[in-house]
Structure formats: structure tokens, C-alpha cells
């Protein structure tokens, strides 16, 4: 049968499959040609868990690749109200979470950076300053599947030494006629004791004897959560220190009392009460002439604002004011006193700041299908993608604080903390005094616009070769990063001037950790900022200084703290990406056993700039009353000088597939590639700058533009059993050698600024040695009649390089469910064992950070009251599991993160 016998839909189909293969290969072409030629088409209605868990399944067998993947249950019905969290079903995937929510993916070990998301085989913009993807800013809702392709066809966009992800959106030519769902269902919150609403639709139709089809979707979420953290940011090794009550003891005058010791940074309890919306929506047009061309347009907008209002008391470990203290045989501090030094040294601090994200993405593309002639098929794609965080500037964070004696203990689980004059003097307003404040954060865009042309071959003949791939892209990419920033520091820092009493209040941290204080004191920040330029504070220091009124208000009205504007350390990514592909596929037998090969090489160049300006430091001065810290003071007023580097690269990527049928059930897979990951986008950034400033801590980073990429080759072998209708157990071993692996590497270097000497550590990255990860996975699927199932993973990840890849980590997987009739429920248990989350903390520090094991369980009931409508109740992190993180060693508590439990009820209707 020729395809001028088939049907309109039937050829679209077809068509579609074609296409499918040529830009992502989710099915080998093989299995499709036999299907649509000998056999009749199978087509899956997926309503269901059960059936979405089927539809996965055969995807997978069908696969020309090592693959996994996730099908939606229903139009608009994703499995998980989030798309990573769903993905962290998947073997090999694990998270990262943000306010209790998946945001980052880590596949195989490799973490955020190295996997490359597509949306409808499209590489989506981010928002974030690396290559990472942020899940949490597109919801479920408007998701129909999501694809984790761990071996790579040559006709897929290099980049994901990881996984390629591809998400993909519903079209209405998927649909025979009209189809409408709608949800609606209410988000409670257990720590915040707050509930929130939830909606969701989504409308298709055909018209013109099915010649166009629209689909339009729409969604809306809001949450008010509370995040609980304790915090120590980070510790510092090696240091040399002596007892304040012993500086003046002759016998350490040249000899520290403690040598190479272990010492945190600080103590910091908070309380982050936030606001979460996400609106969102996709349109698709399509449009088929005739039964051999599809014009698809579609676009997507989603819009996620995080309105952050963090409540803290923290407190600061300087050196010259630590008192009896203790260490155990690691040399970690355990116990400590701050004291005051002629008025100055340990101090409270009420701190109030903002970690806000403002993010909008768009995306929007036009895909031509033409199926040439009975032997070529065409596939014309453009497309454009923005993601923007424009919260630069609306960030801040602002201390009032006092002098005070304060006590750390570290010996339990996590610390606790006594102050002197009790839990009290955290609540009197009369103690506060203004201290450090600034208005900071950044405006970041990423713009992606991809041209491509993807042709696929088939012969007439019936030869073991029976198609060719081959095709061309192009990807123009520009990365901005504009800092704004302003701080008073300068005229404030110092604990030296009255904050008005009645701006502060008491703040009760609700449902808080125990062994901590619950109740400090608190403040409106922008209250704050509009007495720091208040004619009443420029008044109070020019008393208490000496200086003239117009010198005090001068010096304030210079620090911009009310309108904080472009700092000159703001910097311009360009990346052009053009690549050429060809791949062939081959079927034969081999003792009865039919055997699919394809092979195929990629060949891709590569041209970066970077453009910016970076501000050149003049000096460090000390800060009056405050001696844990240094101003810092750059040349011309921070104006910058113009930076400009560019780089190139190429790379030739083959690899190979192969998929051996032993049996009518029995597959066996072996994959070869050679990959890439370009070097992060900040990392090009040949900035100095300034990460911490405290005396005899000095810290910076600098970018650098030489980096060449990531270069992986791997292999893979896996055995799959698909011994039932929906039953399936499967296992894999993988290896991959990653060459000229970036890390950051440690520098000690002198600055010689006006005042002096300074020597900072400086983090750059470079590329550096191989590093070999290798590990197992384990997946098995098990349905009864009864109704009753079970899906479970496990993967074991090795390396031989432990502290270079943030990531690396075992995880587990196990979900129970039951689907009879009308009613479904499912708990589902994801584990993911210790790993390493930094090489060196991005708080500050020279340290790794590590998080621990974490297992959450989230749990979901549903009844369909008829066939068009399903009430629903959801549960997310049911067991109040609360997430912890430490330092190199198990007794460096660097972090306490609790999101709390929440809840949903909801309704949900299809016409």
C-alpha cells in the first residue's frame, strides 16, 4: 500500500511519523514501516494512569534509543502537578527543589547544566544565567508528554551530555473533532496554613472537513507558602585561631591556640513567606492544504512571579571576638561565645530581605511539513524563545542589629542558639540600630532563535538499508546579565545610629524548629529605606558625626539606595551554533532475530563573544564600629572599563544504535555517542569580582573566556522484558568519559590596592582533567487484573571524580496504585540519596556543599462521578520531610529547609 491509499488523517499521521523521526527519533522508523505496511495501526486512547503508564512503555519499546518517558493521562492531566516532578519518576532523574517544588533535573548524575530542554523540539530559553532549565516556570496542565532520551541520535541538537528532554504540548490534529477539559481545585499549605486557588483549561476543534485545527490552553496557579531554614552558609577550613579571652597570653603570641581548624561562618535562623503565581498559555493553529503538507504555528507565554519576604536573625562569627571554644577531632568548632571589644565585634542582626524571581518566558514557531513524494519528506522549522528575570533592583537586604554576646552550640543535629539577656533582648526596640542595607539583584535574558531543515529518505526497495536522515541547523543565542545594585553601607554600616522604635515590631516564626528562639524583632524594609534618606536620619548622623546637614545628605543621595541603578560589571553572551547532520538506519535478521541499526555523525561549529564592562577595584576601607567587614572602593566611581573576547570551537559527533529483538518480547540495546556541553554562559565572564569581603577571608571570582566544551563519549547496554500487556522489567549499565571537564579551581592572588596588599582566594573555572561516571539502572512495571500495580526504579551512579560533579548521587523510586472503574489512587515514594549539590558553595566559602538523603512522599485519590467529571484530592510531601545540607563533613550543618506538607481539592471536567 503506497501512501496515496491512505486516508487524509491516516497521511497526516504517517506524515507525522516521519517527521517525528527525522527531528528526534522518539520511534525506530523500522517498527513504523512495518506497523503502517503489514499491519494494521495501533492507536492507544490514554485516559488513564494505567494507559498512560502502556502508552510510555511501548514508546519505549518501539524506541530507536535508550529512552524513557512520560505520557499524560488525559488532555491537560499530566501525572504530577509538576513536570520535574513527574520526570523524577523516571530512572536515572532526580531533582532539585525550590519552595517544595521540582526545579532543576539532574540525569545520570549530570546535573541542570547539562541536560538540554526542548519544548516541540525546540531548545527553550532560560532565565537563569547558566544553560540550566527552571521546570517550576511551565505547569503541568499545558504538558501532554516529556521524553528523556539518554543516548542521542545524530539529529538532535548537541549539548546534553546528560539527557536531551524533550516536553512536549498538545495539537489539535491529535484530536478527532472538539475536546475540552477544565479544573479548578484549592492548595493548601501546612506551614503557612494558607489556601490558594488552582485553575486550568484547555479547548480543540477542527473545522474545514478537518483541514484546520486550533487548540488553545490556559492555566493559573497561586500559592502563599512558608520556607523554615537554619543556616550556616558555609565553613572555612584551615584556619588558625585563639580564644578572645587569650589574645594577650604570651604563649600564642606567635603559636594560634587551635591550628587548621574547621569554623562556620555564621548562624542564621529564617522565616520566607512567599507568594508564588504562574499564568500561563499556549495556542496552536494548524493547517493542512492538502494530505501531503501540515503548517503547524504555535506559541507559548508563561509568566512566574516570586514575591519573597524572608524574616531573619542572624548572627556573625569574627574571629578577634570568638570566645570559649571547643573543637572535636576533626577539628570543627562545636561550641562558641561572641563577645564585645571595646563596644564593637559580636552583634545581632534582624535581617530583612527579598529573594524574589520575576521570570516571563515566550515562544513562538512556524514548522512546514511536506511530504515531497512517496520517497522525501521535508520538515522547515523556525522558531524563537525568551525567557526574562527582571527582578534586578526589586531585591534587597537590610540589617538592624546591636552589639551583643551571643552563644552557638553545634553539637546536636542542628544548632542552637542562646543570646545575652535571654530571648528578650530580641524583642525590645530600643536595642536596634540601622546597619547594612542594599537594593540588588539582576536582570537576565536569554534569547534563542533556531532555523532548521530535516529531510528524511526512503528507497524504494526493500533492502536492509531503508531510510537516510540528514539536515541543517542554526542557533543564534544572546545571553544578557545586568546587575543593579545600591547600598548605603558607607554612610550606615556600624551599628552607630538609632533605628526609630517604632518601626519595630515582634515577628512570630509559626510551626518554626525547635531549640532556636521563635520571636525576633522585624521591620517594613521599604519603611526602612525611607528613613535611611529621611531628613530625620541625615539629621541623627550629622549630630553624631560632626558633619554639616548638605555633607550628610549628599553622601546618602550618592548611594542610591531608593533607586539603584545598572552596576558596570554587567556583561553580553553571543553564541552561534550551526551544525549538519546525516544518519542511516538499517533492519535485518540475525538468526531469526530482527536487528535495527542506525548510525549517523554530527558535525558542529561553534562561535562565542562576550562583550561588557567590569568595574576595577581602588581599595578596601574598614568600616567604622564593624570591623568583621570592608567597604569596597572601585576605580572612577565604579564607571568600568569595556571588555570584549570571543572563542570557536568545533566538533565532529558520531554515534551509533543498535536494538536486537531476541525474543517476540526480549530486547537488547547497545549505544555509542560522542556528545557535548558548551561551557556555562557566566563562566566566559573574564570579570574580577568581589564575593566576600571580610578581613582575612577575601574572596572573588573571575570568568574565563578560553573554555573549551565538555566532550563526552559513552556507551550503554540495556535488557528489556516486556513480559505482559502493561508489565515490563528492564536493566542498564552506561558508561561516559567526559574530557576537559570545567571546575573552579582555586587561586591565592595579590591585589594591590591604595591601601595596600590584599590576597584574595579566586575561584576561575578551566578546564581540567577526565572524569569517568559509570552506573546501573533498574526499572520494572507490574499491573494485575485486580487493578492494582506497582513502578519502581533504582539508580546507582559512580565516579571517580567525586568532588568535580555536583549531582553525582544514587535515587530510588517506588509507586503503588489502583485503578478499577471510576476509582484511582497512587502513593508514590522518590528517595534520593546524599550528593554533592557544589563543588565550592555559591554562598561564599572555598567548601563543598553536600545535601542528604531526602524521601518524599506524595500521595493522589480520584473518583469519576461520571464520564465527564472527576472530583480529586492530592498530597505532596505527606510526611513533612524537611531537607538538610551540610559541609564536607557530616558534622558541618550548612542548612535546615523545611517547605511543610500541602494539600489539593479539586473538580475536573471533559467534554
Known amino acids: 500500500m503506497n501512501t496515496s491509499q491512505l486516508g487524509p488523517i491516516a497521511k497526516r499521521s504517517l506524515l507525522g511519523v516521519a517527521i517525528a523521526s527525522a527531528l528526534h527519533a522518539p520511534i525506530s522508523l523500522a517498527q513504523e514501516a512495518t506497523t503502517a505496511t503489514d499491519k494494521e495501526v495501533e492507536v492507544i486512547e490514554v485516559k488513564g494512569f494505567t494507559s498512560s503508564l502502556k ?83 511551565l505547569p503541568a496542565e499545558l504538558i501532554s508528554g516529556a521524553k528523556v532520551y539518554k543516548s542521542p541520535l545524530a539529529s538532535m541538537q548537541e549539548g546534553g551530555i546528560g539527557s536531551t528532554v524533550e516536553i512536549t504540548t498538545a495539537r489539535p490534529f491529535a484530536f478527532d473533532g472538539f475536546k475540552a477539559v477544565a479544573s479548578v481545585k484549592g492548595m493548601y499549605e501546612d506551614l503557612s496554613e494558607e489556601t490558594t486557588p488552582q485553575v486550568s483549561g484547555l479547548i480543540t476543534n477542527t473545522f474545514m472537513d478537518g483541514k484546520l485545527g486550533v487548540l488553545a490552553a490556559a492555566s493559573f496557579q497561586q500559592r502563599k507558602l512558608q520556607t523554615n531554614m537554619l543556616e550556616t552558609r558555609y565553613w572555612r577550613p584551615g584556619v588558625d585561631i585563639t580564644d578572645r579571652s587569650e589574645l594577650d597570653n604570651p604563649e600564642y603570641e606567635d603559636n594560634a591556640q587551635y591550628r587548621n581548624v574547621y569554623v562556620p561562618q555564621n548562624f542564621d535562623q529564617i522565616v520566607d513567606l512567599v507568594d508564588r503565581e504562574r499564568t500561563s498559555g499556549n495556542l496552536v493553529v494548524q493547517y493542512a492544504p492538502n494530505d501531503d503538507m501540515t503548517l503547524t504555528l504555535d506559541g507559548l507565554y508563561s509568566k512566574f512571579e516570586v514575591d519573597s519576604d524572608a524574616h531573619s536573625v542572624g548572627h556573625w562569627f569574627t574571629d578577634s571576638n570568638l570566645d570559649n571554644m571547643s573543637f572535636n577531632d576533626n577539628g570543627s568548632l562545636t561550641g562558641v561565645t561572641s563577645t564585645i571589644v571595646e563596644g564593637a565585634g559580636g552583634a545581632t542582626d534582624f535581617i530583612r530581605r527579598r529573594f524574589g524571581r520575576d521570570v516571563e518566558i515566550q515562544a513562538f514557531g512556524a514548522n512546514f511539513e511536506w511530504l515531497v513524494n512517496d520517497n522525501l519528506t521535508a520538515n522547515i522549522d523556525i522558531s524563537t524563545s525568551t525567557a526574562e528575570d527582571s527582578s ?167 548611594t542610591n539606595i531608593g533607586n539603584p541603578q545598572p552596576s558596570n560589571d554587567s556583561f553580553v553572551v553571543s553564541e552561534e551554533v550551526l551544525s549538519a547532520y546525516a544518519q542511516f538506519y538499517f533492519a535485518t535478521e540475525i538468526s531469526d532475530m530482527p536487528l535495527d541499526v542506525n548510525f549517523g555523525f554530527r558535525y558542529s561549529e561553534t562561535d562565542t563573544s562576550v562583550d561588557g564592562t567590569v568595574q576595577v577595584l581602588q581599595d578596601l576601607q574598614p568600616i567604622p564600629g564593624d570591623d ?59 570579570v574580577f569580582n568581589v564575593t566576600v569581603s571580610r578581613p582575612g577571608n577575601l574572596q572573588a571570582t573571575e570568568g574565563n573566556t578560553e573554555l573549551q566544551p565538555y566532550k563526552s563519549t559513552g556507551w550503554d547496554v540495556s535488557l528489556e522484558w516486556y513480559y505482559d500487556d502493561t508489565s515490563y522489567l528492564s536493566a542498564a549499565v552506561f558508561n561516559k568519559e567526559v574530557e576537559d571537564f570545567i571546575s573552579g579551581q582555586l587561586f591565592e592572588e595579590s591585589q594591590f590596592l591604595e591601601s595596600g596588599e590584599y590576597v584574595f582566594t579566586v575561584l576561575r573555572p578551566s578546564n581540567g582533567d577526565t572524569l569517568e561516571v559509570e552506573g546501573l539502572e533498574l526499572a520494572w512495571l507490574h499491573t494485575l487484573e485486580s487493578g492494582f500495580g506497582i513502578q519502581a526504579n533504582a539508580t546507582i551512579v559512580n565516579s571517580d571524580a567525586e568532588f568535580s560533579l555536583p549531582g553525582l548521587g544514587n535515587s530510588q523510586n517506588i509507586t503503588l496504585f489502583y485503578e478499577k472503574d471510576a476509582f484511582q489512587a497512587r502513593v508514590a515514594l522518590n528517595n534520593r540519596e546524599t550528593f554533592m549539590q557544589e563543588a565550592i558553595s555559591t554562598l561564599g566559602g572555598t567548601e563543598p556543599r553536600f545535601t542528604e538523603t531526602y524521601t518524599q512522599v506524595d500521595m493522589s485519590v480520584s473518583y469519576d462521578v461520571t464520564e465527564s467529571l472527576t472530583v480529586f484530592f492530592e498530597g505532596i510531601n505527606i510526611t513533612d520531610e524537611e531537607l538538610t545540607r551540610r559541609g564536607r563533613l557530616s558534622e558541618h550543618f550548612v542548612q535546615q529547609v523545611a517547605d511543610g506538607a500541602r494539600y489539593a481539592v479539586g473538580v475536573r471536567a471533559s467534554f
Open 55 to 137: 502508552a510510555s512503555m511501548l514508546d519505549k519499546k518501539a524506541s530507536d534509543v535508550v529512552y524513557d518517558g512520560i505520557t499524560a493521562e488525559d488532555l491537560g492531566k499530566f501525572p504530577d502537578q509538576n513536570v520535574a516532578e513527574s520526570l523524577q519518576r523516571i530512572t536515572g532523574v532526580a531533582i532539585d527543589r525550590s519552595g517544595g517544588e521540582g526545579q532543576f533535573i539532574t540525569v545520570r548524575g549530570f546535573g541542570p547544566d547539562f541536560n538540554t530542554v526542548l519544548v516541540n523540539g525546540r531548545q527553550i530559553a532560560t532565565e537563569n544565567q547558566g544553560r540550566a532549565f527552571s521546570f517550576d516556570t
Open 628 to 686: 568583621s567587614d570592608f567597604n569596597a572602593v572601585f576605580e572612577d566611581d565604579g564607571e568600568g572599563k569595556p571588555i570584549n573576547a570571543t572563542n570557536s570551537y568545533s566538533s565532529l559527533l558520531p554515534n551509533l544504535n543498535v536494538k536486537l529483538q531476541l525474543t517476540d518480547d526480549l530486547y537488547l540495546r547497545y549505544a555509542y555517542s560522542e556528545t557535548l556541553t558548551r561551557p556555562m554562559m557566566d563562566d566566559l565572564v573574564p
Open 392 to 558: 534586578g533592583g526589586d531585591n534587597f537586604f537590610t540589617v538592624v542589629g546591636y552589639n551583643n554576646e551571643y552563644s552557638v552550640d553545634f553539637t546536636g543535629a542542628t544548632p542552637s542558639l542562646t543570646v545575652a539577656g535571654g530571648d528578650a533582648a530580641l524583642q525590645t526596640p530600643s536595642l536596634g540600630r540601622m546597619h547594612y542595607n542594599e537594593r540588588n539583584g539582576f536582570d537576565t535574558e536569554d534569547t534563542i532563535s533556531e532555523y532548521r531543515a530535516d529531510f528524511t529518505w526512503v528507497p524504494d526497495s526493500d533492502n536492509a538499508f531503508h531510510k537516510a536522515d540528514f539536515g541543517i541547523y542554526y542557533q543564534d543565542r544572546e545571553k544578557s546579565n545586568t546587575r543593579l545594585f545600591a547600598s548605603g553601607c558607607n554612610v550606615y554600616c556600624g551599628y552607630n545610629f538609632d533605628f526609630p522604635d517604632e518601626l519595630l515590631s515582634v515577628f512570630t516564626a509559626q510551626n518554626y524548629f525547635g531549640g532556636v528562639p521563635n520571636q525576633w524583632l522585624t521591620y517594613d524594609p521599604e519603611a526602612f529605606f525611607d528613613f535611611a534618606t529621611s531628613d530625620a536620619a541625615v539629621q541623627q548622623i550629622a549630630d553624631a558625626t560632626g558633619q554639616s546637614f548638605d555633607d550628610v545628605r549628599a553622601a546618602i543621595d550618592a
